[in-house]
């Protein structure tokens, strides 16, 4: 069965909205249960304790031997992101991924640690501490990791449809195979832009959005797909952002009807597409944008779950690959 008109997959993912709770996105790790890292975590903070103790009686070379053992954890502990102290220091406008590449790391954690005493430390020793809250920092951070799950959530559907889907690490892996993927967001955009120069593809999107690069390419027989994949579940601020450029996405085209710019969007910000939102609302506008951007490029697609298996499920692998020579 041949692909559809672009306009029936936006349809059929609007009869077909998004569950409230989906697996992909429910990250459920214990980390309080690890002894090593609870343990370390807890010398972490007697250390800092004994630290600032030292710092108000001003004993310099008592201070001097403990910092070099707060410092050791701090740099060696995995995880540590999720101690008090280091969540601390979002207070002080410092990420520990920024910190770890600066050069002055030293004199930088000394710094922190003054303030740390200052302004946490009695109030901490007189609430008390527990290791909960380790477990609570974590689970706060899970959501960075949506866009690793949206990803195999989008791999899964495919796998699910073609057994024989491959990833693709190389140029001749997608030539070789009638079925196959990379993650050009996760590593291996230099393979993309290799595919782009031997298609002669623009990827205009790109250069327009500070080199943005899409989450997966996918190549179906003679049909490749540019999938752009985002979970949302409510707007606002910088989610605003992000949705009006995942409708921008489906706005470019390289004019072969063969490439595909795809948004795969999932979570219950989707449903709000659904009915007749007031076309002066902001859910109203982007309903609109979404629909003018694929009636000008029939070749693109803006679904949610169901939209995209139906794609798949539409695509017709009896097309010979010989026929891939008239799209480039």
Not at 79 to 95: C, G, N, P, R, T
Not at 140 to 158: C, E, P
Not at 219 to 224: A, D, E
Not at 287 to 294: G, H, T, Y
Request: neutral net charge; aromatic residues 12%.
């Amino acid at each position: 069965m041949p692909l559809k008109d672009n306009l029936y997959y936006w349809q059929t993912s609007l009869d077909n909205l998004e569950s409230v709770h989906d697996e992909y996105y429910v990250f459920d790790e214990i980390i309080i249960n690890d002894k090593n890292l609870i343990s370390k975590v807890n010398l972490l903070r007697d250390l800092i304790i004994s630290y600032c103790v030292l710092l108000e009686k001003d004993e310099e070379s008592a201070l001097n031997k403990i910092f070099k053992e707060i410092y050791s954890l701090v740099m060696t502990i995995d995880k540590i992101q999720y101690h008090e102290f280091v969540a601390f220091w979002k207070v002080l406008d410092i990420s520990y991924s920024q910190f770890c590449k600066l050069p002055d790391k030293a004199v930088i954690l000394e710094n922190i640690l003054v303030s740390y005493c200052q302004r946490r430390r009695k109030l901490y020793d007189q609430i008390g501490y527990s290791n909960v809250t380790v477990q609570a920092l974590y689970d706060i951070g899970a959501s960075r990791k949506k866009g690793v799950a949206g990803n195999k959530k989008i791999i899964d559907l495919i796998k699910d449809k073609f057994e024989t889907a491959v990833h693709a690490t190389s140029l001749n892996d997608l030539d070789d195979n009638q079925i196959a993927y990379c993650e050009p967001d996760r590593k291996e955009k230099s393979l993309f832009l290799k595919l782009c120069k031997k298609h002669s593809l623009l990827y205009e999107f790109g250069k327009n959005h500070q080199d943005k690069i899409f989450d997966i390419f996918l190549k179906i027989q003679n049909h490749f797909f540019l999938i752009e994949a985002k979970h949302m579940k409510e707007g606002g601020g910088a989610q605003d952002k992000q949705v009006v450029e995942v409708i921008d996405f489906i706005g470019y085209s390289e004019g072969k009807p063969n490439i595909h710019y795809v948004t795969f969007m999932d979570g219950v910000y989707f449903n709000r597409y659904s009915g007749k939102p007031d076309p002066k609302t902001k859910t109203g506008k982007q309903k609109e944008s979404i629909l003018d951007n694929l009636e000008k490029n029939k070749s693109n697609y803006f679904v949610n779950t169901i939209g995209f298996k139906s794609i798949l499920n539409d695509i017709d692998l009896s097309e010979k690959s010989a026929g891939l020579d008239r799209f480039f």
